[in-house]
Every structure is written in structure tokens, then in C-alpha cells.
């Protein structure tokens, strides 16, 4: 939970840092941000494979805790190398300073790829088989509690930060916003060195290892892997249609009564209480069901609100509500698929299976973030909700026939 909220908490750090100290009075903030993005979003793409092979050659629970002990030391950097830097000339037109904005990022998210592989490698290693479900529900949870609270209240938590330590340090300048990151960071390390993974071995004193020749085998066990593989497809697909959302929650909130196009966020919030709330709701009826049934049940029933939604966006209640189901349902997508691969995959493929995964999940959202805003001017916003909800029948419709072709499937 510390190190989810200080993964979210973080992107509205730098927003702020980049209002208080760059963007003009006259300036538009979505260039400074972009550049944010884009030093956030190129680690992913580039190292979520590589990553991966790593974490299946490290101990899982050193890399969690080094993970967040590196990145709150980054982030608690950050004043001290903002004052620094102060006054330095300009290069290639860019401050100097908000260059080391752009490098702590790169390097934050660089080290997000090593965490993301392990954290996942490391549930079915401290949780038994028959509870996994159980224990993705509650992680699904926790981590949309992190995106609800992250975003949600982010600017005044970190702003309540800087207020308390201005109180205890008047003479400081505010770096009570840097404090909470880099310490939740920090807390997060710390407690996991409490953690008992059970790793079979340590891979710390072999030989480092053929990154390439790893990669292609994590893809030859995806090609072999049928139920794995459509876990993995449905997965992207997932992450798609919400990218695609969070792009058109700006127009959807222009359409509708009552609220203005900058509370779009309230959108986004109820689809991530719905998704809590399917989160509890697997946690304790998932079992009845086998994996591919609430996948499938799921992605119908994504396609549903999708479609419902299209026709809905006169009223506000309504469109709620549907984002609501629209969150239950996509967590009956997530939370099964995620335990399928987990459940599926052995211990020494975990790490380059979920490095895979997690980079062909940022490399696919990079396509509805680009096409979303530019397919809603051209087609409407009916007509791109009512495609995306087709795509999820597409994924729902993929996983049902590979269940019933006699591959192997989960027990209930």
C-alpha cells in the first residue's frame, strides 16, 4: 500500500513542481507534463522485458526492497539537487533543473520495471495455491484505493505535507511534498525486508544471465502456453479500454450536465470504486467460478456498460452508475486472468513472464492513448464507446473458445 500510493502520489509531485518553479503565468503545463510522461512511459517500454529476466535471476525480496529504498532515495534527492541547480544556464533551451526532474523520473520508472515482475513472482510465493485468487482480489484493492486516493487527493495530501513540516522546520524551505513520497517509498522497503518469500535459490552468485536467449524463452513458454497467452491478451485488452477512457473521460465529462470537462477525474474515481468493489466481491464468490468463466462473464459484462454507456451520456447519475458496473466487471477481468498466469506459470518463469506482460501492456497503451482523443473527433464518443465495448466481447468470445477446446483449464 505505501509503495502503490507514493507509485501514484509521485506523478502529482512533479505536477506540482513544475507549477510552483517552470510553467509561466501565459504557459500551457500540458508541454512540461508530456515531457514527464514521456521520461516515465520510456523505461517501461524499453526495459519491462530486460527487467524481468533479472528478477528471475535475483532474489524477489531483495528486489522489492531495494527497488523502494532506491526510489525514495531518488525522490528525497530531489531538493537538494533542485537547489543546487538553481541558476545554472539553460541547455538546448531546456533548465537545467527541470532536466533533473526528467532523469529522477527515467530512473524511478526504471526501477518500477524490476518492482512491478517481482511483486507479482512474489504472491504465489508467500500465498497458497488455494488462496490466490483471494489474495489478487485484495491486491486489485488496495492498488485502486492507491489510484483513488493518489489522484483524488494527492495535491492537497502532499500540500498538507508541506504545511506540517513548514510548521516543525519554519527556516526550511517546503519539502514536506518530497518527504511523504520518498518515505512512503522508504516505508515500504523497510517492510518488506520482513517478508519470507521461500525462494528455492539465490541467484546472486551465478553467472549473470543471457538476456536475449531469456526473453525468447519466456516467449516460446507464451507459445506453448495457450490459457496463459489468452490471460495475457485479455490483460491487454483490459488495460486498453481503460487508457482509451481515461483519454475520453475529458469529453465525456464536457457532454454531460452539471459537472465542467477539468472534474473528469470524478468519472475515472467511480470506475476505480467499481473496481474495488468487484475486487471484494471476487475475493469472496471468485472460487464457485472457474478462470475463464469470469473472464468471459466479465468482459460480456464490460461490453454491456461500454455500450450502455454510449447511449447514457445525458445524464450524470446514469453515466455513474455505469462506471461503476463498468469497474465491477473489469475486475472480474483482471483479478482471474492475473491468477491464471501466476497459477500457470512455474517459479523460475515468473520474472520474464510478467517482464513480458508488463512491457506488452505499456507498449499497447501507447496506441488508444495516442488514437482515443482522435478517433472520438472524427467517429463520436457513441461510436468509439460502442467499439471498445466490441473489443471486450472480442477478448471474452478469444478466451471461451480456448477453454472449450479442451486446453487446460483452472477448477473452480
Known amino acids: 500500500m505505501f509503495s502503490q500510493l507514493a507509485d501514484k502520489v509521485y506523478l502529482v509531485l512533479m505536477i506540482m513542481l513544475i507549477v510552483s518553479r517552470f510553467q509561466s503565468a501565459d504557459q500551457s503545463i500540458s508541454g512540461w507534463v508530456s515531457a514527464i510522461m514521456v521520461a516515465f512511459t520510456i523505461p517501461a517500454v524499453l526495459f519491462g522485458s530486460i527487467a524481468g529476466v533479472f528478477v528471475d535471476h535475483w532474489s524477489k525480496k531483495w528486489v522489492l526492497v531495494t527497488t523502494n529504498l532506491l526510489r525514495g532515495g531518488l525522490v528525497l534527492m530531489l531538493p537538494v539537487l533542485l537547489w543546487i541547480s538553481q541558476g545554472w544556464s539553460p541547455f538546448a533551451g531546456l533548465p537545467i533543473n527541470f532536466g533533473i526532474l526528467l532523469v529522477v523520473t ?62 516543525i522546520s519554519p527556516s526550511s524551505p517546503d519539502i514536506g511534498k518530497e518527504l511523504l513520497v520518498g518515505v512512503s517509498y522508504a516505508i515500504a522497503g523497510a517492510l518488506l525486508l520482513l517478508l519470507r518469500t521461500k525462494e528455492k535459490a539465490d541467484g546472486g552468485d551465478q553467472p549473470a544471465p543471457k538476456v536475449w536467449e531469456n526473453i525468447a524463452d519466456g516467449l516460446r513458454y507464451l507459445k506453448g502456453q495457450p490459457v496463459v497467452r489468452v490471460a495475457m491478451v485479455q490483460l491487454i485488452i483490459l488495460f486498453s479500454i481503460f487508457a482509451a477512457l481515461a483519454v475520453l473521460a475529458v469529453r465525456l465529462a464536457e457532454v454531460l450536465p452539471v459537472i465542467k470537462p477539468s472534474q473528469f477525474g470524478f468519472l475515472l474515481a467511480a470506475g476505480g470504486v467499481g473496481m474495488a468493489i468487484g475486487a471484494v466481491v471476487i475475493g469472496y464468490i471468485g472460487q464457485r467460478f472457474s478462470r475463464s468463466q469470469l473472464g468471459f462473464y466479465g468482459s460480456m459484462g464490460l461490453a454491456a456498460s461500454l455500450v450502455a454507456l454510449a447511449f447514457l451520456t445525458h445524464n450524470l447519475v446514469l453515466t455513474l452508475v455505469m462506471l461503476l458496473s463498468l469497474g465491477c466487471f473489469a475486475a472480474m477481468v483482471a483479478i482471474p486472468m492475473q491468477t491464471t498466469i501466476q497459477e500457470k506459470t512455474p517459479e523460475e518463469m515468473r520474472g520474464k513472464v510478467f517482464g513480458l506482460q508488463n512491457n506488452a501492456v505499456n507498449i499497447a497503451l501507447s496506441l488508444p492513448l495516442a488514437l482515443a482523443g482522435l478517433a472520438e473527433s472524427y467517429l463520436g464518443l457513441q461510436v468509439v464507446l460502442v467499439g471498445l465495448g466490441v473489443l471486450a466481447i472480442a477478448g471474452g468470445v478469444l478466451t471461451r473458445a480456448i477453454s472449450r477446446s479442451g486446453v487446460t483449464q483452472a477448477s473452480p
Request: net charge negative.
Open 106 to 167: 527515467f530512473f524511478v520508472s526504471t526501477l518500477t520495471q524490476f518492482f512491478a515482475p517481482a511483486e507479482q513472482s512474489a504472491i504465489p510465493l508467500i500465498v497458497e495455491h488455494k488462496y490466490l485468487l483471494s489474495a489478487n482480489s485484495l491486491y486489485t484493492t488496495t492498488m485502486m484505493a492507491s489510484v483513488i486516493i493518489g489522484f483524488a487527493v494527492g495535491e492537497p495530501l502532499l500540500a498538507l505535507a508541506d504545511m506540517l513540516f513548514s510548521r
